[in-house]
């Protein structure tokens, strides 16, 4: 049983920078691999960034490639995902999601855990 607790929201201007944290409990954490969703009012919830077991390999939507930056501490059990140059459309709901796996997956239905979420709103 894994579970995963956001933090780091927050209103910003646009260009300014925010980092989340998702804090897990669970021996097995370091062993999964870590995404990170977020969904919009009335959209679906999409990928944003994924990370591998061991923090060496990483994967990013299109929309936030070379803004956003994935990293996990498994000695802290602990994921972080760093957003710089924020847009209005960056505004949404983040999750983070854990997957009983060690490489990298997009797709949500394969996370078994899922955090509670944390806003994130950027403002023009």
């Known amino acids: 049983q894994v579970q995963l607790v956001e933090s780091g929201g927050g209103l910003v201007q646009a260009g300014g920078s925010l980092r989340l944290s998702c804090a897990a409990s669970?021996?097995?954490?370091?062993?999964?691999?870590m995404g990170w969703f977020r969904q919009a009012p009335g959209k679906e919830r999409e990928f944003v960034a994924a990370?591998?077991?061991?923090?060496?390999?990483?994967y990013y939507a299109d929309s936030v490639k070379g803004r956003f930056t994935c990293s996990r501490d498994n000695a802290k059990n602990t994921g972080y995902l760093q957003m710089n140059s924020l847009k209005p459309e960056d505004t949404a709901v983040y999750y983070c999601?854990?997957?009983?796996?060690?490489?990298?997956?997009?797709?949500?239905?394969?996370?078994?855990?899922w955090g509670q979420g944390t806003q994130v709103t950027v403002s023009s």
């Open positions: 999601a854990a997957a009983p796996r060690r490489t990298i997956t997009t797709t949500p239905g394969a996370y078994t855990y």
């Open positions: 990370i591998n077991w061991d923090g060496r390999s990483t």
């Open positions: 669970g021996r097995t954490f370091s062993t999964y691999a």
